[in-house]
């Protein structure tokens, strides 16, 4: 169960429970946005659609969470922020799921990691 | 808006880990005290400005509890400390245009025996980006923080002593402070001992979670002169803001909102960051003490913690939320007028410089002797 679903980001929890990662992008100005919303804030158009992304990016930051804020999540846990690819300031969460301990710049792929409920989250590798 | 108005009194409650009453009586307790250290009495307010998340009373159930009939202005903004600081804004705003005379601003929460930051089963506040975080397990502000810790200690070359620096010192500050929780000084061994909270934040890079209600009282300059103590001119105020850790719209987790914003704060009240004798930077989490310092303009960025190390000036010399206790901003401010009123000059007091929350918001005090 995801909390706090609402109609912007409707489609992309749903596209994400289908394994597709998807982005809105401006129609106009052809500028990636996130999180889901109306309007591009760059030129004001009403007008984007979804289009799929490739998964790739970069770790821009890591935190290693100890202590046990939410109920039936157990620490120690990682979890590492990514800018996409196709646009830098587009910062995605995620789970860690590399090998090894995750550095800042390196380079990462997305991977879904689906819940009991049938949804899905983010994973990086 | 400049000098038009000032903060001629200040009232606390006792900080806690239990207040035992409601955030309407801690809010009526701080905003009584605040009206007689001004000289005046709750009969002379037309005004109310709060800020809160969910977790407090109405800022219009405190108008009417205090007896207002007709209050000639209402501010009741939405934010934790990023927003504490437009409490002082709006009030001056509204005495310098005329709209009221005479505004009380409170900040009153039950932070840790009712609503845990870190969540205590209430549901969290109502921010559309939550949804993005919380299947993580990501959902609370030392993890936020934390984000913004490790992108500025690796940019920068730094260990952790950088922080450790800012907890041991609010620490010291704290120790003479009789309103203050802790009071024990630790030394930098003690800090890099504490336990991991989230890395590369441990225990003592986190502010307190304390009940108690902070209270200002702002009336216009000319009257401020009249009352009891060295008014506290509200300089420069400033809102910001604009992108959040998800959509930042920087690509830079090491710069936050507050690198635009106070150019504005700066020209509005005409000074600058070397004019300011005392500096009460918001500090949920020790990295925010530092990356203000840089983004506030008292030193370029990366430099903060060879700064910090060799200044004079006082940051936080009531020992902040990190010792003093957490009142989300509004102690800060508190802190500064006492801070003039004892000698100084010049001012700084700033919310949660944006980054996680999408606004910010600060001011800049003058004594007016």
């Not at chain 1, 490739?54 to 804020?69: E, K």
């Not at chain 2, 200040?10 to 001004?38: E, H, R």
């Not at chain 2, 930077?281 to 020790?286: E, K, R």
Request: charged share 20%; glycine share 10%; with cysteine.
């Amino acid at each position: 169960m995801i909390p706090g679903i609402d109609r912007d980001s409707r489609p992309w929890w749903e596209a994400l429970s289908r394994h597709e990662l998807v982005h809105q992008r401006c129609d106009d100005c052809g500028r990636w946005r996130w999180p889901p919303r109306a309007m591009c804030g760059e030129c004001g158009s009403f007008a984007w659609s979804w289009q799929p992304v490739t998964g790739d990016g970069v770790v821009v930051s890591h935190i290693r969470t100890h202590h046990s804020f939410l109920p039936g999540i157990e620490a120690p846990y990682s979890t590492v922020f990514v800018a996409l690819a196709e646009q830098d300031d587009v910062v995605l969460p995620g789970f860690w799921r590399g090998d090894s301990e995750p550095a800042i710049g390196q380079a990462v792929r997305a991977v879904f990691v689906d819940q009991e409920g049938g949804e899905s989250l983010l994973g990086w590798r | 808006m400049r000098d038009r108005a000032a903060i001629v009194g200040v009232g606390y409650t006792p900080f806690t880990k239990d207040s035992g009453v409601s955030t309407l009586a801690l809010a009526l307790q701080a905003i009584s005290a605040a009206c007689a250290d001004a000289g005046l009495t709750v009969a002379d307010l037309d005004g109310v400005s709060t800020h809160r998340v969910g977790d407090s009373v109405q800022a219009a159930v405190v108008a009417q509890a205090l007896g207002m009939h007709d209050p000639r202005f209402v501010s009741d903004q939405f934010g934790g400390g990023s927003m504490s600081h437009t409490t002082v804004a709006q009030a001056a705003m509204a005495v310098a245009t005329g709209v009221a005379e005479t505004v009380v601003c409170w900040r009153a929460i039950n932070s840790r025996s009712e609503f845990r930051m870190g969540g205590t089963g209430r549901p969290p506040p109502d921010v559309v980006e939550f949804q993005y975080q919380v299947p993580y397990g990501y959902a609370t502000p030392p993890q936020q923080f934390a984000v913004m810790a490790r992108a500025y200690l690796e940019r920068f070359g730094l260990g952790r002593e950088a922080l450790g620096q800012v907890a041991v010192r609010q620490r010291q500050s704290a120790s003479t402070n009789e309103r203050a929780v802790m009071r024990t000084p630790f030394t930098m061994d003690d800090y890099l001992g504490a336990r991991w909270i989230v890395e590369p934040l441990c225990l003592l890079d986190c502010c307190l979670e304390t009940d108690g209600a902070v209270a200002l009282v702002v009336t216009s300059a000319e009257r401020a002169r009249d009352l009891p103590h060295v008014p506290a001119l509200v300089s420069g105020a400033v809102w910001g803001g604009g992108h959040t850790l998800f959509s930042n719209h920087r690509g830079d987790l090491t710069t936050t909102a507050a690198a635009d914003s106070s150019r504005r704060l700066w020209s509005m009240a005409g000074v600058g960051p070397d004019d300011v004798d005392v500096a009460c930077l918001y500090d949920a989490f020790t990295p925010l003490v530092l990356v203000q310092l840089e983004d506030y303009g008292f030193c370029g960025k990366g430099e903060a913690a060879g700064f910090y190390a060799d200044t004079s000036m006082p940051i936080n010399p009531h020992g902040g939320h990190l010792s003093e206790g957490y009142v989300h901003g509004l102690n800060h401010v508190a802190a500064a007028v006492g801070a003039l009123r004892a000698g100084a000059e010049v001012a700084l007091s700033t919310g949660q410089p944006g980054y996680v929350a999408g606004s910010t918001s600060a001011v800049v005090l003058k004594a007016d002797r």
